[in-house]
């Protein structure tokens, strides 16, 4: 019999699945990585979802969501499971805007929750553990300031309607989340010639591996190796300071950024489908 337990604290989420999700680190770093992100995992969280579905004791799939997505994965490709999660969201009435996973976790959930998806970006999560050298491009890497906060803001809000991030968030919950990135020294600049020309983020972290994201240039700074570079140097950075992988997301549909990063270093592992349900 399929049950599901519910955990009011991430740590009490964590302390029962952890080992499970770190089995498979890199593609179940979204959960690992959100729950080690928060600054009191002890204490319940306004709007957080934690489950799993379990069978003879077994943990057999999870769901978490801090927003208004799903974000799911599984140990054993079976829908039955999925469907068990999705069903504790609709009896008790928590209306989610999608789901995100790798794709059979994704699919499967959105199946049994019933929405019609109207939405769909596919993902490859790449791993690296060895940075390859490459001709640098003209400046440096520097971690962001406070001064650079206003900056990072607008170019993050630039990155995620390039990469039709779903929700849109609002300028305050992105402005929240850059300063709490350069306050952690997790955000990072290339410089040249005294102008920021392109940004890239630790925005993850788990216990082996550092997820780089929010990789961003404007477009009068493209074609000129600048977040090659950036991310070339941070990813260098990552395993310097202690973690044994780096980890990103790209999205499958741009065959530059895939190509640029294997170029660095990063291999592809799996995919992610990032699925947005209509509005009802």
């Known amino acids: 019999m399929i049950t599901v337990q519910a955990y009011p604290t991430p740590q009490q989420f964590l302390d029962a699945t952890e080992s499970t999700l770190e089995q498979r680190e890199l593609e179940n770093n979204l959960q690992l990585g959100i729950c080690n992100g928060f600054a009191d995992k002890t204490q319940p969280q306004k709007g957080c979802i934690f489950i799993n579905a379990l069978e003879d004791g077994q943990i057999l799939a999870t769901a978490m969501n801090t927003a208004a997505k799903a974000i799911v994965s599984g140990t054993i490709k079976d829908p039955r499971y999925m469907s068990a999660l999705s069903d504790y ?6 209306d989610l805007t999608g789901a995100v996973g790798e794709r059979f976790y ?11 998806v ?8 790449h791993q690296l553990t060895t940075v390859n050298q490459l001709p640098p491009a003209s400046g440096r890497m ?12 607008n170019w993050t809000i630039r990155f995620e309607e390039e990469v039709h991030v779903s929700p849109i968030l609002p300028r305050a919950t992105v402005l ?9 020294g997790n955000f990072f600049k290339w410089v040249d010639k005294g102008e920021i020309v392109s940004i890239a983020a630790i925005v993850r972290k788990t216990k082996n591996i550092g997820i780089v994201g929010l990789v961003y240039t404007p477009d009068e700074w493209r074609g000129k190796g600048y977040a090659t570079s950036c991310v070339q140097k941070l990813s260098e950075r990552i395993l310097q300071s202690g973690f044994a992988h780096c980890g990103l997301f790209t999205d499958k549909a741009n065959p530059t950024s895939n190509h640029i990063y294997r ?6 592992v799996t995919e992610f489908a990032d699925l947005a349900y209509a509005n009802e």
Do not use: C, H, W
């Open 176 to 184: 929240k989340s850059v300063q709490t990135r350069v306050n952690a």
């Open 106 to 116: 994704a699919a499967a959930f959105s199946d049994a929750y019933g929405k019609p």
């Open 263 to 268: 170029e660095i270093g990063y291999v592809p």
């Open 89 to 94: 969201y609709r009896a008790n009435e928590i």
């Open 118 to 125: 109207v939405g769909e970006v596919n993902m490859i999560v």
């Open 142 to 153: 520097e971690v962001a300031e406070d001064a650079d906060i206003e900056l990072l803001t």
